[in-house]
């Protein structure tokens, strides 16, 4: 069965790092393509970030760039996003996807995990 479950999230103060985890199961996450999204309370969905299955190139949103680093572990099965001085505004649940390329830029892609909350304060 097809799975993703996300892991990593949790309190963490302004300027701190977190890395948050996707894993998959029942299916090999190197034939996709794999984006971070996230929702805050009251907004839309947005896109953080994404990894091409067939160069590994990446994507940030503006609003990520230099802070945050998406990443494949393909022996693992597992796609990370490494999150460095993280704002306030960063606070969401993050969540993780996978799919064709195009399906996963426009939000519609075929596998969705559950979600972790990121929240970031002090």
């Known amino acids: 069965q097809v799975q993703l479950v996300e892991s990593g999230g949790g309190l963490v103060q302004p300027g701190g790092s977190l890395r948050l985890s996707c894993a998959a199961s029942?299916?090999?996450?190197?034939?996709?393509?794999i984006g971070w999204f996230r929702q805050a309370p009251g907004k839309e969905r947005e896109g953080v970030s994404c990894?091409?299955?067939?160069?590994?190139?990446?994507y940030y949103a503006d609003s990520v760039k230099g802070r945050f680093t998406i990443s494949r572990d393909n022996a693992k099965n597992t796609v990370y996003l490494q999150m460095n001085s993280l704002k306030p505004e960063d606070t969401a649940v993050y969540y993780c996807?996978?799919?064709?390329?195009?399906?996963?830029?426009?939000?519609?892609?075929?596998?969705w995990g559950q979600g972790t909350q990121v929240t970031v304060s002090s």
């Open positions: 990894i091409s299955s067939s160069d590994g190139s990446t």
């Open positions: 996807a996978a799919g064709g390329f195009f399906t996963v830029v426009a939000g519609r892609a075929d596998y």
């Open positions: 029942g299916f090999t996450l190197d034939y996709y393509t």
